[in-house]
C-alpha cells in the first residue's frame, strides 16, 4: 500500500492519499505468491518474490492511472438483493455459539444481500459496476496448481465480456468489480461436507471423519469438477447481479468523505461498559489454523476446534521458536497457541501490528475497508454499530457496506461467541477475542467523525513500517534448456487437423519457466488463439491466457528443461473455421560469472480446422 501511494504522490500530488484509497481483493487462492511483507506469509510463498512484488504493485498503479484519464462527470445507481443457492455457512456450530435472540433476527446463518453499485457517465453511457457480496473464492480447491480467478473473479469476466462486444478480457473500457464483503464463514461448496471414504456427512464441530479424521472431511461444490463449480457458482452471482444492475434506479448523491487511521491492534483497549475494560493481544495463530477448513484441509491432521495444546507440537515450536509468554498464552484464551507470531521478530515481525481502519462514504453510503476476514455475524454486528454510530451524530439511515481484505490483510476476525469454539476462523483471529469489539470501537470512532466533521482532527496513527531486504525466494533461478536439436517454442505434440465444438485442441512446446516473463514488463500473455480471416488474409486474436477458455500448463522437468502444453476447450459458440495457438515466453540464459540474459521467444501450432459437426 505505502509503495502504491508513494508513486500516485509522485505524480498527482496530494489528490490521492492514505485516507481516500482503498486497495480491496476480490480474493484468489490460485494467485502468485511472495508480496506479502511479513514473515508468516514470506514463509508460506517459499520467499519474497520482489518480481512478483513490483508486478503487482506496478500493476495497480497502472490501473489506478487509466481510471484517473477516463475519469469523468457521471451517476452512481444503488441496489440490492438477496443472492440464493451460492453460499453455506462452514462453520455453523460456531455461528451456533452467538446469542439465540441475536440468531433469531436473521433467516440465515450467511449474509445472502448483494449490494449493486451502477456507474454511467452524464449522457447515460454505461462506465462500469461495483459489488459486494459475502462469499468465500475456494471452488477452485487447494490441488488446483493453474493461476485463476475464482467464482467472484469468473462473475466479473462474465459481466465485462457482456459490456465488453469485441474486446479479449481485461482489455475493454467497461470494469465490472466485484469485491469482498463478510466472508470469512462462508463457503461455496454448497454441497457441504462429506467423508470422501464413505460419502456420510461430516458438518460436525471437529469437521472429522470416524475413519480417517478432517482429511477425509472434504465440501464439494455444485459442478463436476472444482472448475465447473467456479463457473456455476461464479454464474449465479453474475446472474443476480446483472438484475440488480439493470433495475437500479435509486442515486446515490451527496458529498465524498474519507476517515483512515493506523492503529496498532495489538495494544488497543475496549470500553465494554462503564465499568469494565478488555485489550487485544499481540498475534497468534491457534492450533486450528493449521486445520485448515472444509473448503481445503491442513497437511499434519490437525483438527478444527482444539482448545488444548499437545505436547509434542508445543515442544518442537519451543525448540525451533522460543517459549510463548505466559502474557500472550493468558491473552488468547481459550486459544491453545501454536505459533506465537507477535512475539517473533527476525528475520522481520511474522504478523503486522499496525493496521488500517478506513470508512470512506459517499451520501449516504458508508463503505468500510476491513482489513481480514469478517464471519457473518461479525460483519453484521460491525455494520449495526457504525449505523448507530452515524444515526446519533444526525446521519440516518445510512447504508453500510463490508468491504473486506483492504489494505493489509490480519487472517480472520470472529465474534467473541465463536472465539470459544476455536474453530480455524478463531484460531485465525490473530488479535485475541475481542479483535471485533476493537474493531467496532475504532470504526465507530471514524463514522463519529465524518459524522460531526472532525475527521481532520483525528490522530493519523502510527505508520506501519516498510521492510527490506526480506527471505530471498527459496525457488532458485535456473537456466532453461532445450533438448538436443530443439528450440524453445518447438512443438513436440502438434494439434489434430480437426476438432468439433466441445472438444479440447490441445498443442505441446519446448517451453522455459513462465516465471521470466514476469521481468518483462511488455510481457502481455502467455497464449493466444488466433482464426485466419480469409476477407483480410490475416491471423486474428479471439482469445487470451485471461479466456477462461484457455488454459496454460506448465511441466518442470530436469536440469532447466520443461515443456508448455496449452488448451484451448473450443466453445460452443466457436465460428466454423481455421484456427491456431500461439505460445508466448521467455527462456533464461545464464553463462559462468555473467549476469542472466532473458530471451523473448515465440511460436505457433499448425492451423487446424473448426467444424460445429462431423
Not at 37 to 48: D, N
Not at 246 to 258: F, I, K, N, R, Y
Not at 388 to 414: D, R, W
Request: proline share 6%; with cysteine.
Amino acid at each position: 500500500m505505502s509503495l502504491v501511494l508513494n508513486r500516485l504522490q509522485s505524480k498527482y500530488g496530494s489528490l490521492y492519499r492514505r485516507d481516500n484509497v482503498v486497495l480491496s481483493g476480490t480474493h484468489t487462492h490460485s494467485g502468485p505468491a511472495g508480496f506479502f511483507q511479513y514473515t508468516v506469509f514470506v514463509i508460506a510463498s517459499e520467499g519474497f518474490s520482489n518480481r512478483t512484488f513490483e508486478y503487482m504493485v506496478t500493476g495497480i498503479v497502472k490501473s489506478i492511472e487509466m481510471a484517473h484519464r477516463n475519469m469523468k462527470p457521471g451517476k452512481i445507481f444503488i441496489n440490492k438483493g438477496i443472492v440464493e443457492g451460492a453460499q453455506i455457512n462452514r462453520s455453523p456450530s460456531s455461528y451456533l455459539q452467538n446469542p439465540e435472540s441475536e440468531r433469531a433476527r436473521y433467516s440465515s446463518n450467511t449474509d445472502k444481500e448483494m449490494v449493486v453499485l451502477k456507474m454511467q457517465d452524464l449522457n447515460g453511457a454505461e462506465l462500469g459496476l461495483l459489488s459486494w457480496f459475502a462469499i468465500h473464492p475456494v471452488s477452485m480447491n487447494n490441488s488446483n496448481h493453474l493461476v485463476n480467478s475464482d467464482n467472484m473473479g469468473y462473475a466479473s469476466y462474465l459481466f465485462e465480456q457482456e459490456k465488453n462486444k469485441g474486446y479479449l478480457p481485461g482489455q475493454g473500457p467497461y470494469v465490472a468489480a466485484f469485491a469482498s464483503s463478510n466472508l470469512g464463514d462462508v463457503s461455496p461448496n454448497v454441497l457441504g461436507p462429506r467423508c470422501i471414504n464413505t460419502g456420510e456427512s461430516c458438518d460436525n464441530a471437529n469437521s472429522s471423519c470416524p475413519i480417517g479424521g478432517p482429511s477425509m472431511c472434504i465440501a464439494v461444490g455444485p459442478g463436476q469438477d472444482m472448475l465447473q463449480s467456479t463457473q456455476i457458482i461464479g454464474r449465479i452471482i453474475y446472474r443476480k447481479a446483472k438484475e440488480l444492475y439493470d433495475s437500479a434506479s435509486q442515486e446515490v448523491t451527496g458529498p465524498l468523505v474519507a476517515a483512515h487511521q493506523w492503529v496498532n491492534m495489538t495494544d488497543v483497549t475496549i470500553q465494554l461498559n462503564s465499568t469494565h475494560t478488555v485489550k487485544t493481544c499481540k498475534p497468534a495463530l491457534g492450533y486450528s489454523f493449521a486445520a485448515g477448513t472444509i473448503d481445503g484441509f491442513g497437511s499434519l491432521n490437525f483438527t478444527q476446534g482444539t482448545t488444548v495444546g499437545d505436547p509434542f507440537w508445543d515442544s518442537l515450536r519451543d525448540q525451533i521458536l522460543g517459549k510463548p509468554s505466559e502474557e500472550i498464552k493468558e491473552c488468547h484464551k481459550p486459544k491453545p497457541i501454536l505459533l506465537h507470531t507477535g512475539e517473533l521478530t527476525k528475520p522481520h515481525p511474522w504478523h503486522p501490528d499496525i493496521v488500517d481502519v478506513q470508512i470512506v462514504t459517499i451520501g449516504y453510503l458508508a463503505i468500510t475497508a476491513i482489513p481480514g476476514e469478517f464471519t457473518t455475524m461479525s460483519g453484521r454486528r460491525l455494520r449495526e454499530a457504525v449505523q448507530a454510530e452515524f444515526a446519533t451524530n444526525g446521519m440516518e439511515n445510512m447504508t453500510i457496506v463490508i468491504s473486506g481484505l483492504c489494505n493489509v490483510y490480519t487472517h480472520y476476525i470472529t465474534t467473541f461467541e465463536e472465539y470459544q469454539a476455536q474453530r480455524y476462523e478463531a484460531a485465525s483471529t490473530i488479535y485475541g477475542p475481542h479483535t471485533l469489539s476493537a474493531y467496532i470501537q475504532l470504526f465507530r470512532g471514524l463514522a463519529k467523525a465524518i459524522a460531526t466533521d472532525t475527521v481532520a482532527n483525528l490522530s493519523r496513527g502510527p505508520e506501519p513500517p516498510f521492510f527490506k531486504q526480506l527471505i530471498a525466494s527459496l525457488i532458485p533461478n535456473i537456466a532453461d534448456r532445450t533438448p538436443i536439436g530443439k528450440n524453445f517454442g518447438d512443438v513436440l505434440q502438434p494439434a489434430q487437423p480437426t476438432y468439433r465444438v466441445g472438444e479440447v485442441a490441445e498443442v505441446t512446446f519446448v517451453g522455459a519457466n513462465p516465471k521470466n516473463s514476469a521481468e518483462n514488463q511488455t510481457h502481455q500473455t502467455f497464449l493466444t488463439v488466433e482464426k485466419y480471416e480469409v476477407t483480410s488474409a490475416s491471423w486474428q486474436t479471439v482469445h487470451n491466457d485471461a479466456s477462461w477458455e484457455t488454459r496454460f500448463y506448465w511441466h518442470k522437468g530436469l536440469l532447466g528443461h520443461s515443456n508448455a502444453t496449452i488448451q484451448w476447450h473450443i466453445p460452443d459458440t466457436a465460428q466454423p473455421g481455421i484456427y491456431r495457438i500461439r505460445y508466448f515466453g521467455h527462456s533464461r540464459k545464464q553463462e559462468f560469472l555473467k549476469p542472466a540474459v532473458i530471451l523473448p521467444f515465440e511460436s505457433a501450432s499448425s492451423a487446424f480446422e473448426v467444424v460445429t459437426a462431423w
